[in-house]
C-alpha cells in the first residue's frame, strides 16, 4: 500500500488526511462493488468502514480517496473479493494513520 502525490507519484508514508488516495498494488483485486461484501475496507476500534468511492478499480491496482468524514486514528485495510463462490480476504500489513 502507498499513498499518491499530487504529482502521482507514490509516496511510503500512510499517515493522510482527507481526500488522500491510498493505492493498493496485488494480483486478483478486482471486486464487486454491487456486493456489500466485498471491496476495500479500513477497520480500527470505533468498526468496520467499506469505502465506496473509487478513482481506479483494476486487477492488478486499486486507487480511493480517503474519505472526508472518515474519523482520524490508526486503521488497518483490507480487500474483499468473490473470485468464485468464496470470499476472499486480504488483510493489508501496514496501518494508515488518519489526521
Same mark, same amino acid.
Given at each position: 500500500?502507498? /499513498?499518491?502525490? &499530487? ?5 511510503? &508514508?500512510?499517515?493522510? /488526511?482527507? %481526500?488522500? /488516495? ?8 478486482? *471486486? ?8 476495500? *475496507?479500513?477497520?480500527?476500534? =470505533? %468498526?468496520?468502514?467499506?469505502? &465506496?468511492?473509487?478513482?481506479?478499480r483494476g486487477t492488478n491496482? +486499486? ?12 486503521? &488497518?485495510? =483490507?480487500?474483499? /473479493?468473490?473470485? %468464485?463462490n468464496t470470499y476472499f480476504?486480504?488483510?493489508?500489513? =501496514? +496501518?494508515v494513520t488518519v489526521a
Amino acid at each position: 500500500i502507498t /499513498t499518491l502525490n &499530487s504529482d502521482a507519484s507514490e509516496s511510503s &508514508s500512510l499517515s493522510v /488526511t482527507a %481526500g488522500k /488516495t491510498l493505492r493498493i498494488h496485488g494480483r486478483n483485486l478486482s *471486486f464487486d462493488i454491487t456486493d456489500e461484501n466485498q471491496g476495500m *475496507f479500513l477497520e480500527n476500534e =470505533s %468498526g468496520l468502514t467499506r469505502l &465506496s468511492v473509487y478513482n481506479r478499480r483494476g486487477t492488478n491496482v +486499486v486507487d480511493v480517496p480517503v474519505p472526508a468524514d472518515l474519523a482520524s486514528g490508526s486503521y &488497518s485495510v =483490507s480487500i474483499v /473479493t468473490k473470485p %468464485g463462490n468464496t470470499y476472499f480476504t486480504a488483510n493489508i500489513d =501496514s +496501518v494508515v494513520t488518519v489526521a
